[in-house]
């Protein structure tokens, strides 16, 4: 009897230690009755939030794949972290936003985060890059730098990319070398450039993607753990990305993969573990732009 009191007081604990859930900031199809649902694909369960951070706390990697402009997905990604920090102690976070040459400035501000010496213009002491919308991710990197673990770059330096590009070096193992894997991201990269990338670049912008997928891989391999990756959501796909580098490199290594997905937006039990389904925002013709 007294175990199971104990038991029951250390999971009320647990609950109280989980931090609210943000508000819902997406426009769009918010009166979905799947908003807000947690699935985890293999068993078609649905989960509580809590549920899922206590799953996702045992992985020594967590790889949660984000659509880059919904701020419901960055609301999540910064909750999950802090839900993860109060259950065990956090070994590293992992960021596609930030390339090996950031590093240096990221250490260093957050070692004057650790003294109470936070830069005027922080986005500037980091030399954020303008592509990644700073309104979006800064709430979780700023949470990250107030924390006694690393935050780590897992891209490639734009110099790297220029090199992959030029040489496009093999990429060794089975896993991610794949025939119908490569097919699957060259149809994604066509996709993507709207059908206007010409064919004798393919080979080129291919490899390029699975060598970043190959970065994050190896950072995610080198990093404390446990250790939590944000990227885009291709990224992190089981069937596509990061995992199966992550078998290459070393069998078994043990992640869990995490989609946050726009409601509507199909993710099977190939691409993830589980899919968390959000509110969306407007749909943007970006082919459209491209072909002006």
Not at 50 to 70: I, K, T, W, Y
Not at 264 to 285: C, L
Request: some cysteine; overall charge negative; charged content about 20%.
């Amino acid at each position: 009897m007294r175990s199971l009191i104990l038991g029951c007081v250390l999971v009320l604990g647990a609950c109280t230690r989980t931090p609210p859930l943000p508000d819902w900031q997406s426009p769009e199809k918010r009166d979905q009755p799947t908003v807000g649902q947690i699935r985890d694909l293999r068993s078609g369960a649905t989960l509580t939030p809590e549920e899922l951070v206590a799953r996702l706390s045992d992985a020594p990697r967590v790889l949660v794949g984000e659509q880059h402009d919904n701020p419901d997905h960055h609301a999540l990604e910064r909750w999950l972290l802090q839900a993860l920090d109060a259950r065990r102690p956090q070994g590293s976070l992992a960021l596609e936003m930030l390339v090996p040459e950031q590093q240096g400035r990221v250490d260093a501000v957050r070692a004057a985060f650790q003294r109470d010496q936070l830069p005027a213009d922080l986005p500037q002491a980091l030399a954020w890059q303008k592509g990644w919308d700073w309104t979006l991710y800064g709430p979780l990197v700023r949470y990250a730098l107030e924390q006694p673990y690393p935050m780590l770059a897992a891209n490639l330096d734009r110099a790297e990319i220029m090199d992959i590009y030029t040489r496009r070096p093999d990429l060794a193992g089975q896993a991610s070398t794949a025939a119908p894997v490569r097919q699957a991201l060259q149809a994604q990269i066509r996709d993507a450039h709207c059908g206007l990338l010409p064919e004798t670049q393919m080979p080129a912008m291919l490899a390029v993607q699975q060598q970043r997928d190959r970065r994050m891989a190896e950072r995610l391999l080198a990093a404390p753990q446990p250790t939590l990756l944000v990227a885009g959501a291709y990224h992190v796909r089981r069937d596509l990305g990061v995992p199966l580098h992550l078998q290459d490199l070393q069998p078994a290594s043990g992640e869990a993969v995490l989609i946050l997905a726009e409601v509507g937006k199909a993710v099977t039990a190939d691409a993830a573990d589980y899919v968390w389904y959000t509110p969306a925002v407007p749909e943007q013709d970006h082919c459209a732009q491209l072909r002006r």
